[in-house]
């Protein structure tokens, strides 16, 4: 199965993980301007007006339904997050995080399978426990590395050359992949943050006017 995801990483202790979360949710409020430049051509109002030059609320005739579906979106997609916590690691991985919080992370990294996995060896740096372990596969020995090689590909190393950069990166992905890769496709291994409550009218209509100006300013480029 083919996968693409964003997790933002932060080192923090069990105790103080609540208060960085509400942290993380009052950041995301204050930022709702990016966000909703950063989401508008994911949204309704993008989706249902892609045909047109500009977007009038005044005249638009179903302006109040779009608002209503733009909430709905808003509430269960925009400000509702992914999370994990791996308590005896002390990380914390939040999925798809904006871009205009990334600052209260250590590291913002992402994972796919769609191209080669070879990273280089500094990508991992800001989390220590990834760092750990691209260090171990760095400075193992030729001969570490074709016994790892034999072991993950089940077949044997025939080159007389060393082992290529390439797998080593590739192994260094492959391991701390496997740490977390449950928290992309099993529902029970993670939690969800929603961020605004059942009558946060005010914040989600702000939002619908600055997805409005975002689309519109998409479409003035686009014409």
């Known amino acids: ?4 995801c964003t997790i933002s990483f932060k080192i923090i202790e069990p105790t103080e993980l609540y208060s960085f979360l509400l942290q993380y949710k009052q950041e995301c409020l204050k930022n709702y301007v990016n966000i909703a430049e950063e989401n508008c051509l994911c949204s309704p109002v993008w989706r249902e007006n892609q045909d047109t030059s500009f977007i009038d609320l005044k005249t638009l005739e179903n302006a109040e339904e779009l608002e209503q579906k ?26 798809a995080v904006p871009t ?17 996995q070879d ?5 991992w740096n800001n989390i220590p426990l990834f760092k750990s372990i691209a260090d171990k596969y760095r400075y193992m020995s030729n ?11 089940n ?20 391991d701390i992949w496997d740490m977390i ?10 939690l969800h943050i929603s961020l605004l409550g ?3 009218y005010f914040i989600t209509e702000k939002f619908f006017k600055e997805t409005v100006k975002a689309v519109n300013e998409y479409l003035r480029k686009m014409y």
């Not at 001969?143 to 590909?153: A, C, L, S």
């Not at 890769?181 to 993670?190: A, F, H, I, P, S």
Request: hydrophobic residues 30%; aromatic residues 22%; negative net charge.
């Open 119 to 123: 990273y280089d060896y500094d990508y």
């Open 181 to 190: 890769e449950n928290t992309l496709y099993n529902d029970k291994e993670v």
């Open 1 to 4: 199965m083919s996968y693409r």
């Open 143 to 153: 001969d570490e590395m074709i016994k790892e090689y034999e072991k993950r590909r």
């Open 198 to 200: 059942e009558y946060d």
């Open 155 to 174: 077949e044997k190393w025939v080159s007389e050359d060393s082992v290529s950069e390439y797998y080593i990166k590739t192994f260094i992905y492959e």
């Open 70 to 95: 733009t909430e709905i979106w808003v509430k269960n997609h925009v400000f509702k997050y992914r999370w994990f916590y791996l308590a005896d690691k002390k990380l914390l991985g939040i999925y």
């Open 100 to 116: 205009s919080v990334y600052h209260l992370f250590d590291s913002t990294l992402q994972f796919q399978n769609s191209c080669d």
